[in-house]
């Protein structure tokens, strides 16, 4: 079913996909979706999973001092990765960073950078992950409805740059 989400998702936005037209590409009844299933959104929800971890990942992919001039690889591959199913992802991700994968990725990321600020023993451990997360879903999902003019590897390194500068700002 997540497939089938993904291919209604690929041709226009999660609001105007239906659970029949799922249903009816991934060959299953209408009883089996909500067997598994509360709605669309819970689904894309469950769908966007891998996603979102492989972004919250990319971003903590780095040990030591992070290198501002230098976003990590698996930063930069993930922008790559992304730009190549950017019409899939637009139906789930609103901008301005909403919708099902915007929400998810901004919780999980939040939750993640938060955790990390605690174990570096980083001052304002929930605001600036709430900075963070807000940041980068919200540049993310504008990059992809094309808001931000910019090549996958130009736009790790912007989004990189900002969010170490979000980091390194001196908090009482």
């Known amino acids: 079913m997540r497939a089938a989400l993904f291919e209604e998702c690929a041709g226009r936005p999660l609001d105007e996909v239906g659970v029949a037209a799922v249903v009816r590409r991934a060959g ?11 709605g ?30 230098r976003p990590p690889e698996p930063l930069t591959a993930f922008f790559g990765e992304l730009a190549e199913r950017a019409a899939l992802h637009r139906g789930l991700l609103r901008e301005g960073g909403g919708g099902p994968l915007g929400d998810l ?26 900075a963070v997360a807000a940041t980068f879903t919200a540049l993310l999902a504008d990059w ?14 912007a989004a990189w740059r900002l969010l170490i500068s979000l980091h390194r700002t001196p908090l009482p």
């Open 28 to 38: 299953v009844g209408r009883a089996t979706f909500y067997l598994h299933y509360g």
């Open 40 to 69: 669309l959104e819970e689904l894309a929800v469950d769908a966007c999973a891998e996603v979102v971890r492989e972004a919250v990942d990319a971003l903590h992919a780095w040990r030591g001092t992070p290198d501002p001039a």
């Open 144 to 157: 992809l409805h094309g808001r931000i003019d910019a090549d996958p590897a130009a736009m790790a390194h």
């Open 105 to 130: 990725l901004h919780r999980e990321l939040r939750e993640r950078s938060r955790r990390e600020r605690e174990l570096a023993g980083a001052p304002a451990p929930e605001l600036v992950a709430s």
